[in-house]
């Protein structure tokens, strides 16, 4: 799922969802991949 979709499902404006992903891969609870040529996020 993309930033802007999963933004929209978690009610969420996308700027603040990427601060949210980017605290959480600081904490390594997350880590962020290239699948098929696009940024994934990963649980860790």
Known sequence: ME???LARSLRLPAADLKRE???L???ER???EL???KKV???G
Do not use: C, S
């Open 3 to 5: 930033v802007p979709a």
């Open 21 to 23: 992903i980017a605290a």
């Open 25 to 27: 891969r600081h904490m």
């Open 30 to 32: 997350v880590r962020a």
């Open 35 to 37: 699948r098929e040529g």
């Open 41 to 43: 996020v990963v649980l």
